[in-house]
């Protein structure tokens, strides 16, 4: 067993029985031409949470814990992408032209994981066409067939896909810990806000710690 210090209360976890899962480090949300970007946003704030993930995710690597990346992103036909979410204010980007490629596209260079967060032989990904990552995929599948209980979370953004992602695994039994140096928003009051959010009440929805808790925690 091992302990990590965090927010409310430090949290005891089996690493055979906790995964490392990293959310959408896409260049579409990360680098300027993608989705990001085409919503209005500044994505060199993403930027901030790059180098404490890779420090994470070589440690859990390292640790042999299970890695899971997600990516959000639609079938070239864009079947699975709602109207709803195809055009916002009467205005559509996803499945356009962008230099990344078409943008929230499977297959495309820009919906693709940035280099340095790049999963490795063995490491699922999770193509989800959803904010959540467990909505319309096999994560919970994945999870539940390798025994996790535990869930220590990454990546972009935290007010959306993040949050969307560790409420639905709250709701679904998985005790999760968002590293704050290792999520990140393009909104900075955000990004304090949604980490205060989940900690709150006593952890209604999760635990928050970071990337040297995380590390000190493995050992
Ligand atoms: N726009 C925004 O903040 N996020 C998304 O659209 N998707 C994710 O958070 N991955």
New binding site residues.
Partial sequence: MASIKAEPFDLDFDPKTTALVI??M?RD?VLPGG??EK?G?DTSLLLAAVEPTQRVLAKARAAGLLVIHTR?GHRPDLSDCPPAKLTRGGQTFIGTTGPMGRILVRGEPGHDIIHQLYPVAGEPVIDKPG?GSFHATDLHQILLDRGIRTLVVC????????H?TVREANDRGYECVVLADCVA??FPEFQRIGLEMIKAQGGIFGWVSDADRFIAAIG
């Fill in positions: 959310i959408d896409q949300f989705f990001g919503l946003n959000e904010k990546g972009v953004t935290l007010e959306v896909c993040v969307t928003s393009y």
